[in-house]
């Protein structure tokens, strides 16, 4: 205490802090190498950060996941080593940095450096295998057959193609139908009237 009765900070020992974790596990699957970060990536643990991340771009995965879901803070330090991992990347490599919780999207969006990143909210968006879609139009039934695909755009994608089948079905339900003439007599025009049937037996 000083004269003040305030604590003196010249007798807090700086070397009692405990020093800020960082636990990074890497994850193999056969479409791509997930590197999550859990923790503080701060000036303590930048390099850390910055040795695994070099090491996963390094094998050359196709696809390289960085996902900061679990991380409680994300530095300046931390936004290099992404911007300099996503470069070395290159074009061998698409990096993808998943953050979904404010203590990365600000600093990555405040910064601007997301314009250097592909980011994205989860982890799915990148994992599943792209959305495929076949739609098929019958008269005024319509078949929409939806195969992979578990992003957020994803639904709206379907929604769209959804209403663009039910245009079509609506425009080929009020389009005008061409009468068909007495001599043909197909089932789909309906019976034949009366005039239809004295034309035809003479």
Known sequence: MDHLGQPDLRSVDLAARPPPTLRLTTEH???????????EID??????????LAGAVGGRPPLLVVDLAPVRFLSCGGLAVLVAAHRLAGAVTRMVVVAPTRAC?????LTDTARSLTVCRHRDEVMSPPLRMRTVVAGTAVLVVAIGGSASSDGRQVTDELREAESAVTSFSTRPRARCPPEYWPPRCGPPTAATAATSAS
């Open 29 to 39: 699957t056969a479409a791509a190498v997930v590197l999550v970060a859990d923790g």
């Open 43 to 52: 000036l303590a643990t930048a390099d850390l950060f910055g040795t695994s």
């Open 105 to 109: 999207r600000s600093p990555l969006f």
